[in-house]
């Protein structure tokens, strides 16, 4: 079935430092999705991307998350500066159409420790 | 806020056995999926349902938006059907939210 490829599986980074996560979605698809899951809990919305913006995002998604897909590119979350609450899985998704009404499909997460 | 109480948290089955996990949702869904993480992580397509049933295979999935749930059957185990299955929901704009999964064992 459709993939959707994360970069790095892992990343280790100190507190402060900039990190970028990486998402390689399915092809065709025209939304991007990032979730959050810290060890022992759900997994957390952060932000929806279409079209060059941002067209939904939670509470979780604070003012050091950044995300863009430059020129159809990678799709990537960026967190300047981090902390060590940022410490979680994210998996990034894709969709043909908007919201969750459609099919969603998954990349097997980042782990990002922040030390 | 919107929420998805799943059930059960764990769950034992022996090879050829079956049962159900569900989902309850405090609000009105309009479609539910349902995935399986595998050992390496990753979130394997299972459903997706904006009404009705499915079936596919050994697993058979079911959504009711009016009486707000969602329904996983699984039937005749198999060892490779282990893993951690996860329902994700919305209510149409372009959250989905996960219920805490829950965690199947199926032994000899």
């Known amino acids: 079935g459709p993939k959707v490829l994360q970069i790095p599986s892992h990343q280790i980074i100190d507190m402060g430092q900039m990190v970028t996560l990486n998402c390689d979605p399915v092809?065709?698809?025209?939304?991007f999705y990032w979730y959050k899951q810290i060890l022992g809990q759900q997994m957390e919305f952060l932000v929806n991307?279409?079209?060059?913006?941002?067209?939904?995002k939670s509470k979780l998604f604070k003012d050091q998350f950044s995300v863009e897909r430059p020129d159809g590119s990678y799709f990537t979350l960026k967190i300047q500066p981090t902390a060590l609450e940022d410490s979680a899985v994210y998996f990034c998704?894709?969709?043909?159409?908007?919201?969750?009404?459609?099919?969603?499909?998954f990349g097997a997460g980042t782990r990002l420790s922040v030390l | 806020g919107d929420q998805v109480e799943q059930s059960p948290s764990a769950l034992s089955l022996h090879e050829g056995t079956g049962s159900a996990l569900r989902c309850n949702f405090t609000?009105?869904?309009?479609?539910v999926q349902w995935f399986r993480k595998n050992s390496r992580g990753s979130l394997i397509n299972l459903f997706y349902?904006?009404?009705g049933t499915k079936e596919n295979g050994r697993l058979k999935s079911a959504f009711d938006s009016k009486e707000r749930y969602s329904t996983l059957h699984i039937r005749d185990a198999q060892l490779e059907d282990s893993g951690t299955y996860f329902c994700?929901?919305?209510?149409?704009?372009?959250?989905?939210?996960f219920g805490s999964g829950t965690r199947l064992l199926v032994s000899p």
């Open positions: 998704a894709s969709s043909l159409g908007g919201g969750s009404q459609n099919t969603l499909y």
């Open positions: 092809s065709n698809h025209l939304y």
């Open positions: 991307f279409y079209n060059g913006k941002v067209m939904e």
């Open positions: 609000t009105t869904m309009r479609a």
């Open positions: 349902l904006a009404s």
């Open positions: 994700a929901a919305g209510t149409g704009g372009y959250k989905v939210v």
